[in-house]
């Protein structure tokens, strides 16, 4: 639960990072893809825990 939460804030700061800065746009598609990622694996452990 702490690495979902950790990837978490760190999609969402490197999202605001790109927004923000004038250039620095690929931050927020890295952001982006982190944000997916972890929901992802997070669906995969959450299901997993269910089919028990």
């Known amino acids: 639960m702490v690495l979902f939460l950790l990837l978490v804030l760190a999609a969402v700061v ?3 990072i790109g927004v923000a800065a004038h250039g620095l746009g690929y931050l927020l598609i890295i952001g982006i ?14 299901s997993r825990r269910a089919g028990r």
């Open 14 to 16: 490197l999202g605001i």
């Open 33 to 46: 893809v982190v944000l997916a990622a972890d929901v992802a694996i997070a669906s995969v452990r959450w």
